[in-house]
């Protein structure tokens, strides 16, 4: 119970600040949190727009189970809880979730934008042509028809892909993005600058699942460009 108090009064003091204030979204959320109306909340529990799971159109309160696909419409944007996972899936993005009833092993990334929340066990990302094995991170991924732009925002992945060496990337807050793209019968994984993701997208989905990111520091968001 004095967990539960204290996370709560944490999230007050989180909505009340500059970090989840304000509208859209991540507002919406974070006073939804703040009341205790989200705690322990699965499938989609925010949706601005359209979308659907396994091709029928989805609400605030659809059920998402491991083996179903999510996607989003145009202009839409939809933010989901599955089991210790949670994700932000943006406009005009389709993913599939597999592995074993209430154990998700592996996200396939068909089109679009997604940010990721992940707790901490192995899990596998496929993206175009790229494999990325995480345990326990924070990712931001956008697939489009020419390459798969990777941040891991913080924690240890291992990145694979068609006649690559594994390329392992350690981060605590997003150092080294990277484009992921096939040159010739290789695919190669080059530096590239931060975008279209935000620190505090990523605090609002690990709250949803009674976590912090680890850029947090007791409690508080140390000040920064992202």
């Given at each position: 119970m004095?967990?539960?108090?204290?996370?709560r009064?944490?999230?007050?003091r989180?909505a009340?600040?500059?970090?989840?204030a304000?509208?859209g979204i991540v507002?919406v959320i974070?006073?939804?949190?703040a009341?205790g109306?989200?705690?322990?909340?699965?499938g989609v529990?925010?949706?601005?727009?359209t979308?659907?799971v396994n091709?029928r159109?989805?609400?605030v309160g659809?059920v998402?189970?491991?083996g179903?696909?999510?996607a989003?419409?145009?202009?839409?944007h939809?933010?989901?809880?599955?089991?210790k996972d949670a994700?932000?899936?943006?406009?005009?993005?389709s993913?599939e979730?597999r592995?074993?009833?209430g154990?998700?092993?592996e996200?396939?990334?068909?089109?679009?934008k997604?940010l990721s929340?992940?707790?901490?066990?192995p899990?596998?990302?496929?993206?175009?042509?790229?494999t990325?094995?995480?345990r326990?991170?924070?990712?931001?991924?956008?697939?489009d028809?020419?390459?798969?732009y990777f941040?891991?925002c913080?924690g240890?992945?291992?990145?694979?892909g068609?006649?690559?060496?594994?390329?392992l990337v350690?981060?605590?807050h997003?150092?080294?993005?990277l484009?992921?793209?096939?040159?010739?019968s290789?695919?190669?994984a080059?530096?590239a600058?931060?975008r279209?993701?935000?620190d505090?997208?990523?605090?609002?989905l690990?709250?949803l699942v009674g976590?912090e990111?680890?850029?947090?520091?007791d409690g508080?968001?140390?000040a920064?460009?992202y």
């Open positions: 004095r967990e539960s108090t204290a996370r009064a944490w999230l007050q989180l009340a600040s500059a970090v989840l304000g509208g507002g974070a006073r939804a949190l009341n109306d989200l705690g322990g909340k699965q529990v925010q949706l601005a727009g979308a659907t091709g159109p989805a609400k659809s998402v189970e491991v179903q696909r999510v989003t419409g145009p202009a839409s939809a933010v989901v809880v599955l089991g994700f932000l899936i943006r406009e005009n993005t993913v979730t592995g074993v009833p154990a998700l092993s996200l396939l990334v068909g089109t679009g997604i929340v992940f707790a901490k066990k899990l596998s990302i496929r993206a175009a042509n790229a990325i094995g995480i326990g991170t924070g990712c931001y991924i956008e697939v028809p020419v390459d798969v941040c891991l913080y240890e992945a291992v990145v694979q068609p006649g690559m060496a594994d390329k350690k981060t605590t997003h150092e080294m993005p484009l992921l793209r096939e040159d010739g290789a695919m190669k080059d530096r600058g931060f279209n993701h935000t505090v997208e990523l605090i609002m690990e709250a976590r990111p680890p850029f947090m520091k508080k968001y140390p920064g460009k």
